[in-house]
């Protein structure tokens, strides 16, 4: 059957997504396993839009792929209002626990790498796919598998080394937005654990509270916090700017951190009496909605169709990583992290460090505090591990595999 691409605009696109986000939150609603596993709304619809698109590639014979524009501005919102969160107080409270969490996401790196070269030298997969069954996909993403692909395939003369990359990051993707739920809810239902019962979620507004415990949310407060925002990306961007022409090459959404984060803890120091979005609703509300819609582009532009061709042997090296990961989380990095109700909210993070990526991290860590209650360390520690300390790792980790 002759194949018809369909390229959906940006707008119908940002359009189709909240619709999604709706779907699943229908969905979840209605479907109690749902809501017990703490599986965010987005990727409930997301995941059935994915599942739609391949129908119409399966039956119909038409592709369709979305403009994802807007997904990426959302992104830098979402980034930038975890910035905003970030209290010296909090950076320095984080400290020791930073400096674990990063070394266990290292050592687990070196893990994910040895798992997928025992996994392909036993199934006698092609030499490069190794590179691509672990930290460079599924750590990495999508992101760092377009980036590497060229080169593994000049490399190992892998033709479809791309094909094979993105596979393993959508496949890891979609595992790490239905584990990281379930893991958390697991262990804070074994051990008792809940929030501050006093503290908003640094994302979302609390499922539980009927008010907003700080500032009203209202068209002022939400320009205002509009306003800071774009102020901090706009930094973000010259600050990217000159990493680059240092030679540091970051995601963008880094940069976007990292300014906010320095103006968080700036700006009301110098002007006390300025409206500052810090912990308010209007911040939890924009960053809920930049998160939520994000996840949903995400995944409802999957095409799940590109996995059929290339066999069962990508579906079991990604059962094996999954398999581990879960069994680090539960067994090395919440007791590691404390085995308190940070150390669940992480745990849920993890998953998506370790098989999908920031986003996916924060949208299950999202899940499980607006529910149980805010863990502002949580999300201060864990985008700065994943988005930042790792992804320089993975590089010098990749470029030892190439060698």
């Not at 994915?50 to 979402?78: E, H, K, N, P, Q």
């Not at 000159?242 to 103006?263: N, Q, T, Y």
């Not at 532009?301 to 990583?321: D, K, N, R, Y």
Request: with cysteine; aromatic share 8%; glycine share 10%.
């Amino acid at each position: 059957m002759p194949v018809t691409n369909v390229e959906v605009p940006g707008f119908v696109s940002l359009t189709i997504a909240i619709i999604v986000f709706f779907i699943g939150a229908g969905l979840n609603s209605r479907v109690a396993p749902l809501r017990r596993w703490n599986i965010p709304e987005a990727v409930t619809g997301g995941l059935l839009a994915a599942v739609v698109t391949l129908l119409c590639y399966r039956f119909l014979g038409i592709a369709i792929s979305f403009d994802l524009a807007a997904r990426d501005m959302l992104l830098l919102y979402f980034f930038t209002g975890i910035g905003l969160n970030a209290r010296l107080a909090d950076l320095i409270a984080g400290g020791k626990p930073l400096i674990i969490l990063l070394a266990l996401t290292l050592v687990y790196l070196i893990i994910q790498n040895l798992i997928a070269a025992g996994s392909s030298a036993v199934l006698g997969l092609p030499e490069g796919t190794t590179v691509l069954l672990g930290s460079a996909s599924l750590i990495g993403g999508h992101g760092t598998t377009i980036a590497w692909a060229p080169i593994l395939a000049e490399r190992f003369g892998l033709a479809n080394a791309l094909e094979i990359g993105v596979a393993a990051a959508t496949l890891g993707l979609v595992v790490a937005s239905l584990i990281g739920g379930p893991v958390a809810g697991a262990l804070i239902s074994r051990y008792g654990l809940s929030g501050p019962a006093a503290d908003a979620p640094a994302i979302g507004l609390s499922d539980i509270a009927e008010n907003p415990t700080r500032d009203d949310l209202n068209h002022i407060t939400l320009l205002r916090t509009i306003l800071v925002l774009n102020v901090a990306v706009l930094l973000g961007y010259s600050l990217d700017e000159i990493l680059a022409d240092l030679g540091v090459r970051l995601p963008l959404f880094v940069a976007c951190l990292l300014s906010a984060i320095a103006l968080t803890n700036i700006v009301p120091r110098i002007f006390p009496k300025l409206f500052w979005p810090t912990r308010t609703p209007a911040l939890a509300l924009v960053s809920d909605l930049s998160l939520n819609v994000f996840l949903a582009m995400s995944l409802m532009s999957m095409q799940l169709w590109t996995l059929g061709g290339l066999g069962p042997a990508l579906v079991l090296v990604l059962a094996i990583q999954t398999i581990a990961a879960i069994a680090y989380i539960l067994f090395v990095v919440f007791p590691a992290m404390g085995r308190n109700y940070d150390a669940a909210v992480i745990a849920a993070g993890f998953s998506g460090i370790s098989l999908g990526a920031t986003p996916t991290a924060i949208a299950n860590m999202t899940a499980i505090t607006k529910l149980h209650g805010a863990a502002p360390m949580a999300f201060v520690i864990l985008p700065l591990v994943s988005a930042f300390f790792i992804d320089i790792a993975n590089a010098f980790a990749i470029g030892f595999l190439v060698r």
